[in-house]
Every structure is written in C-alpha cells, then in structure tokens.
C-alpha cells in the first residue's frame, strides 16, 4: 500500500507540472484573474504534494507537529473559491439554506478530523478554508442552476446521512462500527460518483462552461472531503479522483475564457 | 560573540547614510533593502520566541515555524507600503525585489557569521539559493497583487492563498536542505528552477 502511496503521489506530481504548463501557456490572463488563481491553485496544490512526499521520503518515522503542506492545502482551497468568484464575477443566487447546512457540514467534518486526529489548530484553519471553498461552490452551483429542487434536497440528505454514519463509527462497538464505516466509504463514493455522471455530459455537450466548472470544483472538494475521511485504498482512490477532477476543472477554465 | 542586531546597525548605517545622497528609485531601493534585513531579524526573534514557548528542536523549527513566520513579517513592509502609498507597478516589484534581497542578504550574514569555516563553494551555493528563494518569494507575491490590481479584483481569499503558496515553497525548501545529501541539492536547485518558471509569465505580465 506504501508504494502504491508513492506511484499515486508521482504520478499526481507529474500530472499537475503538466496541467501548470498548460495552464500557463494556454490561458491568456488577460480578460480575468479566474486563471490567474487557478494557476496559483495548481502551484499550490502541486507544493503541498512535493512537501508530502520529500517529507516521507527524508523523515518517515518523525510526525509532523505542523506541517507547511497544510498551508499548501489552505492555499489550494482559498485560491480555487478565488477562482470561482472571479467566473462568477462575485454575482451569486440566493442560497441561504443551502449555505447554512454546507457551513454546518464543514464545521462538522472540521469536529471529525480533530477527533481522529487530536490536532486542533491545524484541523480548524483548514476546516475554516475547506468550508469557505464548499460555501463558494455551491453558491456558484446554485447560480449556475446546475441541481434541480430534488437533488439538493437528495445532496442534502446524503451529507447528513454521511455525518451520522461517522458519528456512528465512534459511539458503536465492533462489529458494528465496521459497518457504519464501510456504508460511509460507500456513500461517499456514490455522491462521487453522481457528480461524476452530471459533469462527464455537461463536458461532452458542451454546456455553459461556468457550470461545468462549479460542478468540476464540486467534484473535487468532495473528493478531497473523501480523502480527508478515508484511509489506505480508499484514500487512494479518492486522491485519483481529485486528480482528475482538476483536470476536467481545467478544460472547463478553458472553455469559459474562450466564450464570448 | 556577534549579536545580530550588530550585523544589522553595521549594515545598515552606511546603508541609511547613502540615502541622503541618492533620490527617488534609489532612495527607495535602499529603504526597502534596509527593511528586507530588519523583517529578517523580526523574524528571527519571533521564531525564537515560539521556540521556547513550544520547545521544539532547531531542526524542527526551520522545517515547520520558520517558513511561516518569516513569510509572514515579510509581507508586514509591503503591506505598509501598499496601503501608505499607491506605489506603481514597476517601483512594487522593484521594492519587493529589494525586499527579498535584504532579508536574504541578512540570513545569509548571520548563517556565516554564526557557523565559522565554511568552504567556498557551499557558500556560494547557500548564498545563491537563499537569495533567490527570498527574492522569488516576494517576486512572486507582488506579480500576483499587480495582476489582481490591473483587473481590479483585490480579493482577501486569494490574497491569502497566494501567501500560502510562498510559505509552503518555503517550508519544501527548509525540508530539503534540513539533511545533507542528494535532498539538499535538490533544495538548492529548487529557487532557480522556480525562478526559471515564473519567469514567462512575468514577461508576459510586464508586456
């Protein structure tokens, strides 16, 4: 699993130097500072991957007391909701509801990290950036009308439900706790999964490029919430999935600089 | 022993004292280079009081505290000096230029002073990779407020996340010039490979 750990992290590393080289040479960051951010967002992220692994590689056994990669992760999230905000041109649909329960879920999950992981500090600022790039992005999903009334109710219900499961995993005993962990890896994949079946036709029938973008940056930052949950394979899996959902991010981008 | 804050009044006297004889750009040069070195030795106090208060190792601190703080008190000079004064687009990369050469020509000081014979050539090495560590940094930073200020969107979000980017950048070049070897030479490489690629777009910025 450790070197399949090591292939992964390469192979985003390699990924994401060719993604800012795209980036960089084909965006003319000229009409707005949309590319401009995501660029930084890619460095960042690209950092935050370049830190991990030199980390591994030079002190395996040493723990990190407060790493600078998690920066590199604040960062990434920051600049993406920059992103975002820049497309949009700050011009959002009401969504008062659908902010509220999403602060609610990040709060939630920022409480879930720190009892995994007992580091307080860390886990709040990135839980503070993590929420504040979810609260974007589904203003921006909302503006873009990329969900019917029943989806977010469906995409509510299923946060919601996850959260549970996880609260689950602590208060059971085994092998109950076993249970609830195996149906919250499977719930977390499943969402994935419909983001993935809305964005993959919104790409191929070229629909408007803003929400294909809010849904790309949907995808990712579930992803990244499934990999901030997950362990072993399953954080594999979803560190596959963020990959690519930068890339399609970035097709995306692309297509929204070159509309008229 | 040589304090630190003797190096810098040793510096920075004739330093100062040269701006009563130059103007504009110069003058302004001067003043940020002098800055640049007393961010350094801010820095350096505010490192070594976090370091009593969370009684980590050295080693541990210049991996993981002092990428932070020392981008932060880096950026204190040009903050004051973009809300002072409204500085165009050439004299803030030329300040923040300026800036990254002053801090890193008073780290570089200091780590000679302080750790006797050296060789040559890894002073020549250290020398160039910090200064251009520092100046890319700063360089950086400032491209990105002159892009954000030509298409007039300033935002708090990506400001901060582009002052993580310079800190994590930072900390990857602490981690691998923490331990000799081939990590350390990557270390060394890094600032001017970063350099190099930032490099186009700063051209293109300036066009």
Redesign the interface.
């Known amino acids: 699993m450790e070197l399949a750990s090591y292939i992964l992290n390469a192979l985003a590393i390699a990924v994401y130097v060719i993604l800012i080289v795209l980036c960089v040479r084909s965006l003319s960051f000229r009409r707005s500072m949309a590319p401009v951010f995501f660029t930084f967002a890619l460095v960042s992220n690209l950092m935050s991957l370049l830190y991990w692994l030199a980390y591994d590689l030079l002190r395996p056994d040493a723990r990190m007391p407060f790493a600078a990669n998690e920066f590199g992760e604040i960062g990434t999230f920051l600049l993406l909701a920059s992103t975002l905000n820049a497309v949009f041109r700050g011009r959002f649909a009401q969504a008062r509801w659908e902010i509220v329960c999403t602060g609610l879920f990040a709060a939630a999950s920022a409480a879930f990290w720190i009892a995994w992981s007992g580091e307080w500090l860390q886990d709040i600022l990135v839980g503070l950036s993590f929420g504040y790039l979810l609260c974007v992005v589904v203003r921006s999903m909302k503006q873009a009308a990329v969900f019917s009334r029943w989806e977010w109710r469906l995409l509510g219900a299923a946060a919601g439900l996850l959260l549970l499961l996880q609260g689950l995993t602590f208060a059971l005993p085994e092998p109950w706790k076993g249970r609830a962990d195996f149906c919250a890896y499977a719930l977390m994949f499943l969402v994935l999964a419909w983001g993935f079946r809305r964005l993959i036709p919104a790409l191929l029938r070229r629909a408007d490029p803003c929400a294909q973008l809010a849904l790309a940056l949907f995808c990712w930052s579930w992803a990244v919430s499934t990999m901030y949950m997950s362990a072993d394979f399953c954080y594999l899996a979803a560190s596959f999935f963020s990959v690519c959902c930068t890339t399609l991010a970035l097709i995306a981008l692309r297509r929204e600089e070159a509309a008229p | 022993m040589i304090y630190a804050e003797n190096i810098l009044l040793c510096i920075a006297a004739p330093l100062l004292l040269s701006m009563l004889f130059v103007r504009d750009q110069a003058r302004r040069y001067v003043l940020a280079f002098v800055s640049g070195m007393a961010a350094c030795l801010l820095s350096a106090y505010v490192t070594g009081f976090l370091r009593l208060l969370?009684g980590?190792e050295a080693t541990?601190v210049r991996?993981?505290?002092s990428?932070?703080v020392e981008e932060l008190i880096k950026l204190i000079p040009l903050l004051i000096l973009l809300l002072l004064s409204e500085p165009e687009d050439e004299a803030l990369l030329l300040l923040a230029v300026a800036l990254g050469t002053g801090f890193a020509t008073f780290e570089n000081c200091c780590t000679l002073l302080g750790s006797g014979e050296i060789g040559l050539s890894f002073v020549l090495i250290r020398g160039l990779a910090v200064g251009v560590m520092h100046i890319v940094s700063v360089a950086a930073l400032s491209l990105?407020i002159i892009?954000?200020r030509r298409?007039q969107?300033l935002?708090l979000?990506?400001f901060?996340?582009?002052?993580?980017?310079s800190?994590?950048?930072?900390?990857?070049y602490n981690?691998?010039v923490?331990?000799p070897g081939a990590?350390s030479y990557v270390g060394f490489c890094l600032p001017l490979v970063a350099a190099v690629a930032i490099y186009?777009?700063y051209r293109?910025?300036r066009r």
């Open positions: 969370v980590w541990e991996i993981f505290l990428p932070v990105g892009a954000a298409l969107v935002s979000a990506g901060v996340g582009a002052v993580s980017v800190m994590t950048f930072h900390g990857l981690l691998l923490s331990q990590s186009p777009p293109r910025m």
